[in-house]
Structure formats: C-alpha cells, structure tokens
C-alpha cells in the first residue's frame, strides 16, 4: 500500500524524498502505485511522452502536464549531441531548460546506437560513434552515460546497454546480453544519485526465454531502483514480446517499477499491463499525430483518406480533449492533405490525449478489480468502431 516517502537532504538544507514505488492495488498480474521522485510523484501504469531532445514534438509542456502525464523522457544520446549535458547543465539542468518542473527519465542512448550500426564499433569499454548531425566522433561509455544524465538532472537514469536486432541468433543475443550485465555493474558504480533519483537496470535477452530469466536474475543481484525490459518493440511480432514478459515479469522484484521500453501500441499497453508492467514510452502517438493517423476509443482513424473529405463529426465528440470534439474529420483532412502544421499539432495532442485516458481507465480499474473487463471493453470499442469507418 502507498506510504509517505522518506526524505533525505539534498545537501543544501531542503528535504527531498527519497526515490520509492509502493502499490496501492493489485488485479492479477497488474498492480497500480505511485513512484517518488525528487521532483514528483508518477502514478503507474504511466505512459511517458517522449521528448527525445527536450521536447515533446508539436507540444507545448504544460498541455503535455494538464493530459496527465506525470513524466516525460529525455534521450541522452541526442541530448550530448546539442545542446550538450555540460551546456544544460550550466543553464540550470533539464526540468529548467525545458520549462518541465516534473519528473523526467533519461533514455541511456543505447536503442539510438543500435540504430547506428554503420557509424559505431562496439568494445569492452563501451561505444564509439559518429553523430548523425555532423560526423564528429564521440565516444559513450557507461560511466558517461550516467555522468550525462546525471547533468542533465534526470529523476530516473538508465543503465547503458546493448540493443540488438531481432531475429538474432542466440550466440549474438547472448553476447550482448552478458556485455550489458557488466556495463550495469559499472553503471550503478558510477551512479552517484542525488536524494530522488533513481537507476534502472535494463534486460535483455532477444527472443531468447533462458537469457531473458538469466538477464533477469543477475540484475538484480546488482540491485537497482526498478527494471526495465528492453531490447523488444524492435520489429518482433506481439505475441513474441509478450512472451518475454510472461518469463521476465514475473522474476523482477515486486516493490520496484517495472518498465517496458519503446512500447507502444495501444493494444500493446493493455496487454503488458495485464502482466505487470508498470511504465512505457513511445515516439507512436506523437509520430502518428505528423503523419495524418489519431488513436481514439473507437479505435485508430486516417485522417490522410478521402472518406473524411465532408465528414462534419468529430473524432471523438465524448473526448474531454478539445482536439478530439472541437474540430470535424473534414477539417482534420484538410490540414492533414495540406502539410499544415496546425494538422500536426491537434493530431499529436488528440493522441496523447488517447493514451493518457487509456492509462487512468487502467488505474482505475485496476483500483477496482476489473481490468480484464476494462480490457474487453476497450477492445470492443476499438472493434467496433474501426467495422464501422
């Protein structure tokens, strides 16, 4: 059950609390609780909106807050690229630098080098790679990683990792694995928190169930703040990543987060909740919001096709969110086939918007009991409403 936080000093006469998760509910496999950070507190399940370089795209930070969002992330990848942790952190760290007063997580950038595998050499010692922005040379190591995000300022940190591909074979996925269990151990040595901060380890594994439990396992002999499972959301099919969580979850410690990396869909949400996963990112709504496609409870919409052209109806008249009940499809078309920025703004924050909802009716009913209800009705919905576009 949810207790008060401890609080330590954060060295300059101010009480902090100190980093927590305590659960308020359990329902099956899935729990609901609150998170303690330095700089507030984050009700799980929690969706975070991804705001890879210090921003949530087309967002302005306190509509991002007045959706729900407790916690946004940040990517330290991007971030040492421009402006520079140094630089941030002279101007005050990320929540001031950003105007964003709230938690934050920092992503530790290894998804991101994955995705530079012509530009980068993997070693022992860590990364070294070229910047996609102007070729210079740069080189991460895990101990950089979290001296980055520790300038930055981040209220939850991540180990440095190495994300693979899938498929793989298990030779590859084992090597990464155990490559990133000793670059946590040098994370968390190098990790010197501030009251309220906290270090997650991350699993991986690939679609390898005996490397998954044994990535599990040997994190938390490490011990760190919470978990994260990484290294899905990468191309798989969904039933191969919720595979992986019914072996990974149910090993992780109950009284630590619990975080799925990179997910996802919404039906991706419910399904990882109902096995105990407690928080997720993802650039999908956000990038679904640039390009024309809004999530709602009667499932995904299209605003690039014709049929909306004259389509006076809302995309959800019900919404308490102005993008979806003040605007009609026929204009959302419009802007959308028109490259207008407007179109972006109002789809991102339909989306956003979505997932905030969908993430309260989970706490909710989970609070309540009934969140395979709550799951089956959601589905409907979507059903339901995507037979009848």
Known sequence: MTSQPN????????????FAFATSAIDGRARTGLITTAHGQIRTPAFMPVGTAATVKAMY????????????????????????????????????????????????????LMSLSKLRKITEKGVTFQSHIDGARYELTPERSIEIQGLLGADIQMQLDECVRMPCAREEADRAM??????????????????GQGLFGIVQGADVPELRVESARKLIDIGFHGYAVGGLAVGEPQDVMLAMLDVVTPILPADRPRYLMGVGTPDDLVESVRRGVDMFDCVMPT?????????????????????????????????????????SRAYLHHLVKSGEI????????????????????????????????????TKDGWARGEAAA
């Open 342 to 377: 407007l179109g972006m703004m109002l789809l991102t924050w339909n989306n956003l918007a979505y997932y905030q909802e969908l993430m309260a009716g989970m706490r909710a009913a989970i609070a309540a009991g009934r969140l395979d209800d709550f799951i089956a009705e």
């Open 287 to 327: 990038r679904a919001g640039r390009h024309g496609l809004a999530y709602t409870r009667h499932g995904k919409v299209n605003l690039k096709n014709a049929r909306h052209a004259e389509d006076t109806r809302p995309l959800d008249e019900a919404s308490p969110c102005e993008a979806s009940s003040a605007w």
């Open 178 to 195: 155990q490559l990133s269990l000793r670059w946590a151990e040098r994370s968390k040595a190098a990790f010197g928190a501030l009251p």
């Open 7 to 18: 609080l330590t000093s954060a060295g300059n006469g101010v009480a902090q609390p100190a």
């Open 61 to 112: 930070p306190a509509q991002v807050k007045q959706l729900g969002a407790d916690v946004v992330l940040g990517n330290t990848y991007h971030l040492m690229l421009r402006p520079g942790a140094e630089r941030v952190a002279r101007l005050g760290g990320l929540h001031q630098f950003m105007n964003w007063p709230h938690p934050i997580l920092t992503d530790s950038g290894g998804f991101q």
